[in-house]
């Protein structure tokens, strides 16, 4: 080789090294509708808890935006056992302070996050599976579970890692200072106004793929309306949950793009299934009915047909719901491909009703929310006029949701409008919790509003939960969820969509889990 | 001055105590934060430990005793949802409110006492009677309506100014303030002008009336007949007479900005105490609902207190003692 094409090798060389090296210096500005209330990323699990802290702090388990698992700090993980994972971490990875990340760093983690002090609910959940963590080498974890616990990965994937050199004197305080603010992730934290936004740089020595965006601004506009004027004026970039009403406007808008995904929260109805049932549940006198009418499988089956819930998608929520007989979207893990949308269907509501012994129906009270999911009170207000058409004849009553969530856990509901998203992603996760018969101790039905009890589903729910084989779990599922649909406990109506607004040229995949990264964001080719 | 300043304090603290009673009856009444609070999935243990951590489990009465008694070491309290006392969580978005709330108090005085003098001088000119008919505007239209088209006209469609937030901040005196920047200034108009502009007319209404009284009265014709100026008529003679039921609507007026300006707050995304209110009161954050309405209290001691000064300020005749 010539000295003269050494020279050119290496000027070619340099000069597309340098045409990569120096970053697109472009700021993101995102503003979120949630209000995040700590930088501290174990003291409160909400989701706007988790956007923040998932630019700063890396999970053991990472989720592609439509909640399909793929490595994170982890870069592999097999069960050994029915009772032991282990977990291969991911070499050469440095904490934003420059000192190395390892495995024990992960056994600090999972020991502090169960243990914040004065936490309005935390981390335990995710992690009541993990008995004992055993640090074989810095590159190498096992948990044991004690049991089967088929969902470790998918749990761990909502756990940040902190590191215990910082982490181990470090208060909610420190975190909120930015003192302890020192993660592995993608971005660094800068400074925080309470209240108001978070800033975060780049962190170059990130292990993932190169961010496009030099600052991130991570900005909290409660005020739907204010949101949409933000983006359209051109003081943010991206914002999340657009109002309703505006999408279509917004489409059009040549300003703006919109990015819409089938999310993971189901709007479903919860029927009193107790004896006696609920006081708002009578005859057509008024008086109380000898045997609480929800408790008849007939009767539920007609409460469930007599709604439209194409109608409620197409006009309630305005096209921003997809209607549903379960409750995760299809193509996810454990969709159950054998359970329709249940048809709309007054006359046979009727037949059914007439052959529970109700000719003339029932009066009945649909409680629901005001102020906790999208147009929750329209759609109850739609499904009482449905109701009512079939012959039982329902008032609506809307209530705050703090007024709401105590009175409904108390049972006072004959039904009652709910939502419930899926975070793992996976049928199982609202079976154990708002299906399975209430029995705390065991963590079994603990959202169970209604009451409702059945031994078979609750078999077919524990031995799915116990199964670690992903195939054969996922059968055990489907056929829990196929259970469900034939003795309707609950009534889903709808799977609510997410959606973003962008300004043109920026684009963002939108997520499933509802949060919104500067990750999932990148400058439009 | 002393007897009534002690009897002043004496007061303020009753009302004080009244209030955290009240307050405390009431917000326990709303719902169980645990409920709102805890995530979903939480088991029983976790819930049992929030309630423990809380001292939610303890009677309603010992509840009260002990913030009392945090109370008077100057601990109102620690909030639920961002696990740092209360006092210092409100203190922090203080600023934000108070530079909203002067800057929409400045605007009015500035603006509402010079019309309303002109309007109360010559009521029959053109002007004054446009200046009247929009003041009506001012009164009527609901400031959440009128922030709206305020982005969308000088935001989102002219681009002139930030649609919401707060611009970059500068410290003075240990806290920070956005007025000292350009681009905090700008953020600044917006919200400033929604939250005035009921405020411009009724200081304008108010002075106007106040002038229409004053003008026919005995001695402003006998000034007028000693050949004294128009403008030192209206400066020495009217003006001062007519501040007291302006000092008295500004400095309530000025209370209830800072402690209710809710609204403006939500709609230009302003990080001030209103919205953190409103916040608590959904999340239940009994803690911070408690120390927010305490706070309010004694800014409104303190505002009645700075008025009664002013008084005695423009009227010789009256004496602070009762």
Known sequence: MSASLKIWLAATLLTTGLGLAPAQAAPLRIAIGGAFTSIDPHFYNATPNHSVAMHVFDRLVDRAPDVSLK??????????????????LRP?????????????DVAFTYQRARNVPNSPGGFGGFLRAVKTVEVVDPLTLRIDTGEPAPNLPRELAFVPIVSRHVGETATTEDYNSGKAAIGTGPYKFVSQTPGDRVEFVRNDAWWGPKQDWDKVTLRMITNSGARVAAVLAGDVDIIDTPPVGDLEKLKADPRVAVATTEGLRVIYLALNSLEPGAATVTGNDGKPLPKNPLLDLKVRQALSIAINREGLADRIMQKTARPTGQWLPAGTYSYAKSVAVPANDPNKAKALLKEAGFP?????????????????????????????????????????????????????????????????GEAGYLLSNVLASNNPSKGLGVFNYGRYANPTLDAQIVQALATIDDGKREQLLVGAVETAAREVPIIPLFILDNAWVTRKG??????RDERTLALDARQAK | MIAWFAQRLLQAFAVVLAMTVIVFVGVNVIGDPVAVLVPPDADQAERLRVVAAFGLDRPLWQQYLSFLGGAVRGDLGRSFVFNEPALRVILQRMPAT????????????????????????????????????????????????????????????????????????RELLGLQWSFLTLEGLRHLILPALN?????????????????????PQDYIRTARAKGLGESAILRVHLLKNILIPVVTIVGLEFGSVIAFSVVTETIFAWPGMGKLIIDSINLLDRPMIVAYLMVIVVLFVVINLVVDLIYTALDPRVRLEN
């Open chain 1, 71 to 88: 490595p994170g700090l982890a870069l592999s993980w097999t069960p050994v056992s029915d009772t032991v994972w282990e977990f291969k």
């Open chain 1, 506 to 511: 920026i684009v963002i995949d939108p997520r």
């Open chain 2, 98 to 169: 108070l530079e909203l709330a002067l800057a929409a108090m400045l605007l009015s005085v500035v603006i509402g006492i010079p019309l309303g003098l002109y309007a109360g001088v010559r009521p029959n000119s053109p002007v004054a009677k446009t200046m009247m008919a929009g003041s009506i505007l001012g009164f009527s239209l609901p400031s959440f309506w009128v922030g709206l088209l305020l982005i969308m006209v000088f935001a989102v469609q002219l681009s002139w100014l930030p649609a919401g937030g707060r611009g970059p901040t």
């Open chain 1, 92 to 104: 050469g990875v440095t904490w934003h302070d420059g000192k190395p990340f390892t495995a024990d």
């Open chain 2, 195 to 215: 939250l005035a502009l009921f405020k411009i007319s009724l200081v304008m209404r108010l002075v106007r009336a106040e002038t229409r009284e004053i003008i």
């Open chain 1, 360 to 424: 003339d129906g029932f009066k009945i009270t649909l409680f629901t929310p005001n102020d906790r999911y999208p147009n929750d009170a329209a759609t109850a207000q739609a499904v009482a006029q449905m109701w009512t058409r079939i012959g039982v004849k329902t008032a609506v009553e809307t209530l705050p949701w703090s007024a709401y969530a105590t009175r409904g856990g108390k049972q006072e509901f004959g039904a009652g409008l709910w939502g419930w998203g899926s975070p793992t």
